[in-house]
Structure formats: structure tokens, C-alpha cells
């Protein structure tokens, strides 16, 4: 049987029947393989990491954690996972091969969250985050790189609003499940369900391992032997180094997500009680993961016909805002239903357009040669980033208040938004 090629790359089987050849051309052409296998891929990785991270301060509440070592542990792995992205990025690049190096990524994120089942204090929960987000460090960049080599340059914005899209509906369905195990499983202890659902992570978590293995295809380059680490880092073009400075003021106040449900539950734990509050917390964050799964592909259309740094700014400045109206909430002790759901819809939508931006502007700045360092050095000054902000936000919370922490984060977001929107300039 003969084969013609498509415009779009693919294979076309000449006795195909007419109508599934018709809806091969209808397809649009960046909407291939490894795109549509890598959202399939995190949309279970998501679920899985999102299931645990959505009653994680819930369990620590249980097991008596207080809220400033859940920002240390938070900003800690963050910051172990920057430098393994750094380093991951350029060997990718020196070796011209990056799909084993993801696949083993996805398999240490996908099974280390499950230590935490048997935590009785911080120590265990901090070993499988920190394993668990080396995993994510290894992954991240490389998998960025293969996303903005998959498509043309005029399509990336939409393929990484898809890729986000996929992302966050696990992150959807996995607090979903985690807050239908809470109310659901039985108790024999106050943190019994909860261990349930870090072993029931597993089960997502492998499935992620599964997908990208079988689904994603790699074309291998020749590799860039005589890379060397400082070199590759000192030829990134310095409008990309510019753009950088701004993402990591930025990054400085954007605090981990987990610090605003642990907010929510201490906000509503007065009057509904800890294991409640830490329901509704969880189920707040679904109002944030799904404003986020909505918002991905919109924003990364918008982002191919538009310029996505005067985005990225104004998505900048709505995280900001979310900050200051965080910290509104603890000084007027607001724990309306409401108002909490509009703060996590706000988060849900800057985080929307900082992580499809963050993804498509460097393919923009940096050339393919270099991609994996470029995509590695925007995952270290986030990193960097998270440690600082996690771990600002987590001692003004105890040492002060969590409205001056909250404020604190504001004022860092707003200044990187500024120096995005004046290194566009």
C-alpha cells in the first residue's frame, strides 16, 4: 500500500478511507503527535501532584506543622529543582537528546509524593518534595524545548496554551479527588484519609510515565559535544538575559500556591473547623485549576498575534493584585465564600498567562542550539524565585502577619511586571 506526505509532515496511507483522510487535513498542522502526547502526559502528571499539593496543609495542620516551615519546604525544593533544570538543559543540549532524561523526571515526580503516607513530621514530607521536584527539574526544561521544536515559530503560543490546558485539567480532577477521598474514605485517624490519598497519587503518577514513553517522539540532533556549561550560558543573547531580569523580581513575590490554601484554611477553619476548612480549601483550588485550564489556550492564541511580553506584564500585574487582595482578606478577616473564590480565580488566571508565556517567549529569544540551556536558565531564576518567595512569605506569615507577608509578595510582583513591560520598551 503507497503513502503520500501531508503539508503538515505526516504520513497519509493511499487506501485510507476518504473520511479519515478529510479529517487528517482538517487538523490544524501544530496539533500533532507530540503535542497532543505531552498534555496527555501532564494533564496525568497533574493530577496526580495536584491531588497531594491540594490537602497537603490540611495533613500538616493534622499532624502539627506550622504554616512557615510549609513555605521553607516549598521554596527548598523549588530552589534544588532550578539548578537541577540548569544543568539538565545544557547536557540535553551537549548530548542532542532529551526524551530518556524526561521520562525519568515524570517517573521520580510521579512516585515520590507517595512518601509522604508515611510522614509523622516535616522531615519525610520534605525528602519527597525535594525528590519529587528534582524530578520536575529534570523534565521541565527539556520537555519545553521538545514542545517549541514540535511546532512552527507562528504556532508556539497555541501549542503551549494547549500543553498548559492539558496541564491544569489534572490539576482539576486530582484536588477533585482529593477532596472526594476526604469526605468519603473512612477515619480511623484524623490523618488516615489523607495518607490514603498520597499512596492513591501513585496511580496518576505512573500513568504520566506511561504516556510520554509511548506517545511523544524524539528527533535526535547530532549533540554539541565541545559545549561547555559557562560558554553555553555567557552566548544567551542578552535581550533574553534582559527578559530575565524581570522574571526573576517577578518570581521573588510569586509565592507557591500551596501558601494561598493553606491562607483559605486558616481564614475559614473558625468557623467550619480544620478537616472542613481544608475541604474547602481544596475545593477553592479547583476554582483556581479550572480558571487556569480555561484561560491556557486562549491566552496562548492571543499570545501568536500579539506581543506576549506586554501580555506576560499584564498577567504580572493581575498577580499582584491577587497578592494585595490576599493579604486584604486576613486584615479585615474576610472568610466569605466569595471572596476567597475570586482571589483563587485571579490566581488561576495569571498563573494561566505566566506559565504559557514563560514557555514561548524563550524559543522566540534563544536559538534552537541552545534552547535546552535557555529553557533551564528560566527554570533556575524561577527557582530561585520560589525559594525567595516561599520563604519570605512563610517568615513575615510567623514573624509578623500574613497580611504584611501577602503585601510584601504584591509589591515584588508589581515591580517585576514594571521591568517586563520596560525591557519590552
Request: glycine share 14%; proline share 5%; charged share 10%.
Amino acid at each position: 500500500m503507497g503513502s503520500e506526505l501531508h503539508p503538515s509532515g505526516a504520513k497519509i496511507l493511499s487506501g485510507e478511507p476518504q473520511n479519515l483522510r478529510a479529517a487528517r487535513q482538517r487538523r490544524p498542522a501544530w496539533l500533532n503527535r507530540n503535542v497532543a502526547g505531552m498534555s496527555v502526559t501532564s494533564f496525568f502528571s497533574d493530577a496526580g501532584h495536584e491531588m497531594v499539593t491540594a490537602v497537603l496543609p490540611g495533613f500538616l495542620g493534622v499532624i502539627g506543622v506550622p504554616a512557615g516551615v510549609l513555605g521553607w519546604i516549598e521554596g527548598g525544593s523549588d530552589a534544588a529543582a532550578s539548578f537541577v533544570k540548569l544543568g539538565a538543559g545544557w547536557y540535553s543540549d551537549r548530548i542532542g537528546s532529551r526524551k530518556a532524561m524526561v521520562t525519568a523526571g515524570y517517573f521520580l515526580t510521579g512516585t515520590a509524593l507517595a512518601l509522604f503516607a508515611a510522614a509523622v513530621s516535616w522531615p519525610l514530607i520534605l525528602l519527597g518534595r525535594l525528590i519529587a521536584w528534582i524530578g520536575r527539574g529534570i523534565r521541565a526544561p527539556l520537555r519545553d524545548a521538545m514542545l517549541s521544536d514540535s511546532v512552527s515559530p507562528d504556532a508556539r503560543g497555541k501549542a503551549f496554551g494547549l500543553h498548559r490546558a492539558g496541564d491544569t485539567l489534572g490539576a482539576v480532577i486530582g484536588p477533585l479527588i482529593g477532596v472526594g477521598c476526604l469526605s468519603l474514605l473512612p477515619a480511623s485517624s484524623a490523618s488516615g484519609p489523607f495518607r490514603i490519598i498520597f499512596l492513591f497519587s501513585l496511580v496518576p503518577g505512573l500513568a504520566s510515565v506511561a504516556a510520554f514513553a509511548g506517545l511523544v517522539r524524539e528527533n535526535k540532533s547530532r549533540g554539541q559535544k565541545g559545549l561547555r556549561f559557562w560558554g553555553a550560558l555567557s552566548n544567551l543573547p542578552y535581550p533574553y538575559r534582559r527578559f530575565l531580569t524581570g522574571v526573576g523580581v517577578f518570581g521573588l513575590g510569586d509565592f507557591s500556591h500551596t501558601l494561598l490554601i493553606l491562607a483559605a484554611t486558616q481564614l475559614l477553619a473558625p468557623e467550619r473547623g480544620p478537616v472542613a476548612a481544608a475541604q474547602w480549601a481544596a475545593g477553592l483550588y479547583v476554582i483556581r485549576n479550572l480558571f487556569y485550564a480555561g484561560a491556557s489556550f486562549p491566552i496562548g492564541f492571543l499570545a501568536d498575534r500579539i506581543s506576549k511580553t506586554k501580555l506576560l506584564a499584564a498577567g504580572y500585574l493581575l498577580g499582584a493584585c491577587t497578592a494585595m487582595a490576599t493579604s486584604a482578606l486576613f486584615v479585615f478577616h474576610a472568610s466569605r465564600s466569595g471572596a476567597l473564590a475570586a482571589v483563587f480565580a485571579a490566581a488561576g488566571f495569571y498563573i494561566a498567562m505566566e506559565d504559557a508565556l514563560e514557555g514561548a517567549i524563550p524559543a522566540d529569544l534563544v536559538p534552537s542550539g541552545l534552547r535546552g540551556v535557555g529553557y533551564g536558565v528560566m527554570g533556575t531564576v524561577n527557582g530561585v524565585g520560589d525559594l525567595a518567595a516561599s520563604a519570605l512569605v512563610g517568615t513575615l506569615w510567623t514573624a509578623v502577619s500574613p497580611a504584611a507577608a501577602f503585601g510584601a509578595a504584591a509589591l515584588l510582583m508589581l515591580l517585576g511586571a514594571a521591568l517586563v513591560l520596560r525591557n519590552h520598551a
